[in-house]
T-cell receptor, first 115, second 115 residues
Framework: GDSVTQMEGPVTLSEEAFLTINCTYTATGYPSLFWYVQYPGEGLQLLLKATKADDKGSNKGFEATYRKETTSFHLEKGSVQVSDSAVYFCALSTKLDTGRRALTFGSGTRLQVQP | EPEVTQTPSHQVTQMGQEVILRCVPISNHLYFYWYRQILGQKVEFLVSFYNNEISEKSEIFDDQFSVERPDGSNFTLKIRSTKLEDSAMYFC?????????????FGPGTRLLVL
């Protein structure tokens, strides 16, 4: 079945450092790919998404490119801030037997940014 | 900005008791979902709901679980006889449509602890 693999956390960075969180996937067909973020005490919020190969999703300085050839969707940010401290989830839309979709999530990566 | 809300934020119950988790999806959304995250594990799809019936469900969603849209705004998840392994964070989500590229908007979650 479909699956998403994320790098283990926590990832600890200093403010203004460069961030990469790796995400690779296994899926049949052509899923859409998502990054969700969960700030402490809050729900999952969509950070960005890409719906086809070579698409780049971006938001709040974060970006990720849908790489079909390497089945990857790595999250990057050039300069992290303390306020970026959160758990980041990579996800893909899985096509179910009915033809409809559900999200398949990675295990989440906790990012801690220190001042 | 419209958001998905969930109540309660925390629920503690005794094994064998029934619990009802409540969600208010975004008002113009047509598709509703429940996911759960057992501590330290991935977010897992439970069930999706459309047009007042279950669209699809995962193998986790057994006869102990049921969902309902009792009125025009609420969407509930009922666990009839809770087990210790039902302890988890339960997330409700909603989306406008069911395409692969559709964003699912998540609530803040209900943390359920079964003793």
């Amino acid at each position: 079945g479909d699956s998403v693999t994320q790098m283990e956390g926590p990832v600890t960075l200093s403010e203004e450092a460069f961030l990469t969180i790796n995400c690779t996937y296994t899926a049949t067909g052509y899923p859409s790919l998502f990054w969700y973020v969960q700030y402490p005490g809050e729900g999952l919020q969509l950070l960005l998404k890409a719906t086809k190969a070579d698409d780049k999703g971006s938001n709040k300085g974060f970006e990720a490119t849908y790489r079909k050839e390497t089945t990857s969707f790595h999250l990057e940010k050039g300069s992290v801030q303390v306020s970026d401290s959160a758990v980041y989830f990579c996800a893909l839309s899985t096509k179910l037997d009915t033809g409809r979709r559900a999200l398949t999530f990675g295990s989440g990566t906790r990012l801690q940014v220190q001042p | 900005e419209p958001e998905v809300t969930q109540t309660p934020s925390h629920q503690v119950t005794q094994m064998g008791q029934e619990v009802i988790l409540r969600c208010v999806p975004i008002s113009n959304h047509l598709y509703f979902y429940w996911y759960r995250q057992i501590l330290g594990q991935k977010v897992e799809f439970l069930v999706s709901f459309y047009n007042n019936e279950i669209s699809e469900k995962s193998e986790i969603f057994d006869d102990q679980f049921s969902v309902e849209r009792p009125d025009g705004s609420n969407f509930t998840l009922k666990i009839r006889s809770t087990k210790l392994e039902d302890s988890a964070m339960y997330f409700c989500a909603s989306s406008e449509g069911r395409e692969a590229s559709e964003t699912q908007y998540f609530g803040p979650g209900t943390r359920l602890l079964v003793l």
